[in-house]
């Protein structure tokens, strides 16, 4: 498996891995999946983006975005990973990480912060896995698919104190 840095030809990729989180699962909290339009504008838009391949195939990728738009936040960014199914649990989440979160320090950020719908138990151990710590949950904060769903949210400092 492989990691580069995402382009606007990836979009459609990564639109397809993503659209199963959004439509089977509370793992995203939205409705209706992006299209690839919408996928290449957010890779564009991203601090940092950048997709696993596996035999010259898009199997998965990782970004980080805005955690927060006031300038006070901006040494801080928010990161997610999504893998396509089959490929959870095979190395792929890691090996995007170890890319980006050092992509991350080089560009200046201090702080990683990720947030993960609860039960997630793959997401809850690579984060923990890789030195992210619980911060805090947010309890019922999110409803989808009939249900509450609590958000644990995690941070990993980038840069030492």
């Not at 959870?88 to 090996?95: N, T, W």
């Amino acid at each position: 498996m492989d990691v580069r840095t995402a382009t606007e030809d990836d979009a459609a990729a990564c639109a397809a891995i993503y659209a199963p989180y959004v439509t089977d699962t509370a793992v995203s909290f939205e409705i209706e999946p992006p299209d690839t339009e919408e996928m290449a504008r957010r890779i564009a838009a991203s601090h940092a983006w950048l997709v696993l391949e596996d035999g010259g195939s898009v199997v998965g990728y990782a970004y980080a975005g805005t955690f927060h738009p006031r300038a006070a936040y901006r040494f801080a960014c928010e990161t997610s990973v999504y893998l396509q199914r089959g490929f959870v649990r095979r190395g792929g989440g890691r090996a995007l990480y170890a890319v980006l979160l050092p992509l991350l320090r080089q560009k200046g950020f201090t702080s990683a912060i990720a947030g993960m719908t609860l039960p997630n138990d793959g997401s809850v151990g690579l984060h923990r896995a890789l030195g992210f710590e619980l911060v805090g949950t947010y309890r019922r904060v999110g409803f989808k698919f009939d249900t509450w769903h609590d958000v644990a949210w995690t941070q990993l400092m980038l840069e030492p104190r």
